[in-house]
């Protein structure tokens, strides 16, 4: 079975940091760029990152440019998400999705079941 699993998500303090792992099981990712997306209550799917196949090229939403760092451990079968100086309006359920490009939503393979992330005092 092909799946994306995200984890690492939870409730931090604004200001806080948190990683964000999405996992491939059933699949290598080494043939596949991987983007994150978020969805807040509300509101539409919002692309957040993406990293391609090698690593050697990476995207950010203005949103998140400079606190956020898209990574990925090949060796792993793993893409991370590190996110700091995180903001209220940072909140929301995050995917990772496979793609043989960075492309917009939905234009992804496969995707995760998401994982939640709520930054609150």
């Known amino acids: 079975q092909l799946q994306l699993v995200e984890s690492g998500g939870g409730l931090v303090q604004p200001g806080g940091s948190l990683r964000l792992s999405c996992a491939a099981s059933g699949f290598t990712l080494d043939y596949y760029a991987i983007g994150w997306f978020r969805q807040a209550p509300g509101k539409e799917r919002e692309g957040v990152s993406c990293i391609s196949s090698s690593g050697g090229s990476t995207n950010y939403a203005d949103s998140v440019k400079g606190r956020f760092t898209i990574s990925r451990d090949n060796a792993k079968n793993t893409v991370y998400l590190q996110m700091n100086s995180l903001k209220p309006e940072d909140t929301a359920i995050y995917y990772c999705?496979?793609?043989?490009?960075?492309?917009?939503?939905?234009?992804?393979?496969?995707w995760g079941q998401g994982t939640q992330v709520t930054v609150s005092s």
């Open positions: 999705a496979a793609s043989p490009l960075c492309t917009d939503f939905p234009g992804y393979d496969y």
